[in-house]
T-cell receptor, first 113, second 112 residues
Framework: EAAVTQSPRNKVAVTGGKVTLSCNQT?????MYWYRQDTGHGLRLIHYSYGAGSTEKGDIPDGYKASRPSQENFSLILELATPSQTSVYFCASGDAPGNERLFFGHGTKLSVL | QQNVQQSPESLIVPEGARTSLNCTFSDSASQYFWWYRQHSGKAPKALMSIFSNGEKEEGRFTIHLNKASLHFSLHIRDSQPSDSALYLCAVSGTGFASALTFGSGTKVIVLP
């Protein structure tokens, strides 16, 4: 099964600080995604990537940047963290264009104080 | 922008019963329709998908899709306590690489 690894598992940050969430996948998938999950909202798409060097805005990109330096790695960057960004963040990779099955990492719980 | 809604928000069923979950979407051009399951504290995991009108069965799970009604559903036969989880429906749009839009989820509890 596809392996997607996120780090860190838990993060506490201060308001105004910079936070970087990392994701690594070992299955050579082209597409990678960052979602956040909040009660009552399901999974909401922040940024995604079609391959190394590409990033695209999702449905809720404000306050977030993304970086895809290689096929395996996809980072989510919060330059100036705010309490409203407290959430659980999931990274996923996709196995094929079109009817794409997503493989999710175990999530990063971020608390911004 | 795609709008995906799920109902009910939560559901309690006895072991052995049939569980039915609903999902509506707003974009009639949507192509692929997925159900994911997320056990508490775990990552979401894909259950099954459908892309043409009708029904698809895999084991105890069945998806029904009616594109004209902008509706699809998941039915679980002989529900087990291990089926207790958050169920997320997801819809893809059009185009070569179309990210999934998820609903807010239905929390299912199966009582032994």
């Amino acid at each position: 099964e596809a392996a997607v690894t996120q780090s860190p598992r838990n993060k506490v940050a201060v308001t105004g600080g910079k936070v970087t969430l990392s994701c690594n996948q070992t299955n050579n998938h082209n597409n990678m995604y960052w979602y956040r999950q909040d009660t009552g909202h399901g999974l909401r798409l922040i940024h995604y990537s079609y391959g190394a060097g590409s990033t695209e805005k999702g449905d809720i990109p404000d306050g977030y940047k993304a970086s895809r330096p290689s096929q395996e790695n996809f980072s989510l960057i919060l330059e100036l963290a705010t309490p409203s960004q407290t959430s659980v963040y999931f990274c996923a990779s996709g196995d094929a264009p079109g009817n794409e099955r997503l493989f999710f990492g175990h999530g990063t719980k971020l608390s911004v104080l | 922008q795609q709008n995906v809604q799920q109902s009910p928000e939560s559901l309690i069923v006895p072991e052995g019963a049939r569980t039915s979950l609903n999902c509506t979407f707003s974009d009639s051009a949507s192509q692929y329709f997925w159900w994911y399951r997320q056990h508490s504290g775990k990552a979401p995991k894909a259950l099954m998908s459908i892309f043409s009108n009708g029904e698809k069965e895999e084991g105890r799970f069945t998806i029904h899709l009616n594109k004209a009604s902008l509706h699809f559903s998941l039915h679980i036969r002989d529900s087990q306590p291990s089926d207790s989880a958050l169920y997320l429906c997801a819809v893809s749009g059009t185009g070569f690489a179309s990210a999934l839009t998820f609903g807010s989820g239905t929390k299912v509890i199966v009582l032994p």
